[in-house]
């Protein structure tokens, strides 16, 4: 990634935006290994320590998680939590609404032990538990978007993070030079 000298962001911050844009488009998906500290700032042109503060930005953003020894990933929830998206309708259904509930209190428990957490150890057990405990669920999870499918309620993004389309007047956003280098073009 080249530096632009006339993009006004810090250096840190703009290695955490080409991260976020190669997660919402595909190229890095939940799960999938960041390059250490170290391979980022060479990858970047960018100190190590300006590297290292974009990988604590992206974890501090639930972005991706670390397992002590073995690396930074992306975080399973990533997409879903760059996207934004909200349901427009509640569910009607008090069965699934009940499940629902239960699963997001359960989840909740599992953040709060991971805030709390003292040590790596136990960060990391707790990481571990919210990723069996998202795995477990995935009946719940498709149901609910197969519910909300049914109905018309889509998941929308927050007026906030749309992205104009080519049909809105808006202008087009202003763009940065990007280093094919080491990344998939971009569809």
């Known amino acids: 990634m080249a530096h632009d000298p006339d993009d006004k ?7 955490v935006d080409d991260i976020l844009d190669q997660i919402r488009d595909g190229r890095l998906n939940p799960n999938d290994p960041l390059p250490s500290a170290r391979k980022m700032a060479d990858l970047y042109g960018v100190a190590s320590m300006t590297a290292q503060r974009a990988l604590r930005e992206l974890q501090h953003r639930r972005i991706t998680y670390s397992v002590a020894g073995k690396g930074t990933f992306v975080h399973p929830d990533a997409f879903d ?15 699934l609404r009940h499940r629902v509930a239960a699963y997001l ?3 909740q428990a599992i953040t709060i032990r991971y805030h709390h957490a ?17 795995d477990t669920n995935n009946d719940l999870i498709d149901e609910v978007i197969k519910y909300q499918a049914d109905r018309g309620n889509f998941a929308q993004q927050p007026e ?12 087009p956003p202003a763009k940065r030079p990007r280093s094919n280098r080491n990344h998939a073009p971009k569809q």
């Open 9 to 15: 962001r810090a250096l840190f911050q703009q290695v």
């Open 81 to 95: 939590l760059l996207r934004g998206g909200v349901l427009r309708e509640p569910i009607d259904d008090p069965n």
């Open 105 to 107: 209190a359960d989840q």
């Open 118 to 134: 003292r040590t790596a150890d136990d960060k990391n057990a707790a990481l571990h538990d919210l990723l069996r405990h998202a």
């Open 160 to 171: 906030h993070l749309r992205r104009p389309s080519n049909d809105d007047q808006a202008p």
